[in-house]
């Protein structure tokens, strides 16, 4: 099995490149002598994340892919998105590369090795026939040596190397699902155990946000705040959905990476799709339109945060009342947000609000301490999720921890979760008074756990009905 790239299968429609034409464009060019670049401005904190991971392991190697390119249609691909892991642990945004732990003598902490396609720049014809990874096809690699200045690893190798260095560490730990060619060079041991344990302590080591990472986030979620301003100037003459999701995707590529998932663009009776993402129905100024969206930044850190609009900028009755009562429970669980608290505190505060007020308004069945109880939830029916996720480098961060460390944990200072209650009411419930129908409401806000409460990064993004309406308002008045 090698690691180097692999020349392109040649197409029908590519051209024929006589060698004359190959030995022309291999010469005359002047020799590249560029410095080493600086290393990236998070180089310390990424260092610190692999010293951290290095505990937890004495002794072992680690294997970190980041991943490939995805082919999107026939030979064109997505945009390269690298593996969180991978980037948490080296900041590096190339396809391909990998990065290997190794324990030092005596076990005093691991030699950080990244793995990294050369970049030969002229010497090769490469740099003109593989349209894939040539230089003039799709810019330049970083490179050996220039990686390791970039990144801060111990040393950097080319990818070349890599089958070798697998080959003699049959025992590694690899996160795996990044790489096909790296999890066939290391075979599973019991059931995957030492693989899953790994991927284990690097989504908990991520549970606590550092210093850089909460600036981050930050930055993303101010950048979110004028993606919404942008979409509350564009929906007096937006026709559709999909005219709301251009323009908050447009803010989203002007500041940021990219939207941290596909952004949810959901009006009228659409709202109560919780993950709806055609974006396609016309929009009409007697609905609401629920919009849950966020930007990723350059490093990668995403926001994600949900309001409802009136489309027309004033709520009707029925909405407001349905939209007060999301409002009302989302400061229950906001409230809930304490450290020392179960992970599932804001859940279990903002239910409550929910069902009392679902029963206030006539649409509960039966009584309140029967919807809640555990064994029945029957409030569930119209709020469909619970409330809270954690947040970071990927929307849902840190999947793969232990439900007894995130699900039923504690919460603790430094964690960054999401508190979202919503409503939704589907056009045929009949259980549900008519003008309530097709009516879907859900408030989302991105909070940093304290060691005094919480700080809600997003509180610069109105809520409360009346704000929404203000804010609407102010916004349309800058505009003209």
Known sequence: MTFQSEKPAKKPRDPNNPEALVRFMMSQWKPQTKPLPKPVPAADFHARRRAALSKQFPGEVLVVPTGHEKVRANDTFYRFRPGSDFFYLTGNTEPDCVLVLTPRHGNQGHDSHLFVEPNPGRASETFYTDRHKGELWVGPRLGVEQSRARFGTDFARPLAELNDVLSKHPAARVLRGYSAKVDGAISKRDEGRPDAELATALAEQRLLKDALEVRELKKVIGATRRGFEDIIRALPKARSERDVEGVFNLRARVEGQDVGYGTIAASGANACILHWTKNHAALRKKDLILVDAGVEGHALYTADITRTLPISGRFSKAQREIYELVWHAQQAGLGAVK????????????????????????????????????????????????????????????????????????????????????????????????????IGVRIEDDVLVTAKGLKNLSASIPSEARAVEGWMKSVWRKAR
């Open 339 to 438: 450290p020392g608290n179960d992970f599932m505190a804001p859940n279990v505060a903002a239910s409550k609000v929910l069902a009392q007020g679902l029963f206030d308004l006539g649409i509960l069945p039966m009584p309140v301490d029967e919807a809640l109880d555990p064994a029945h939830l029957f409030f569930k029916r119209y709020s469909l999720h619970n409330v809270s996720h954690m947040l970071g480098l990927d929307v849902h961060d840190c999947a793969k921890a232990r439900e007894e460390v995130y699900r039923y944990g504690k919460l603790q200072p430094g964690m960054v979760l999401t508190v979202e209650p919503g409503l939704y009411f589907q056009l045929d419930d009949l259980t549900v008074p008519t003008k309530y129908r097709g």
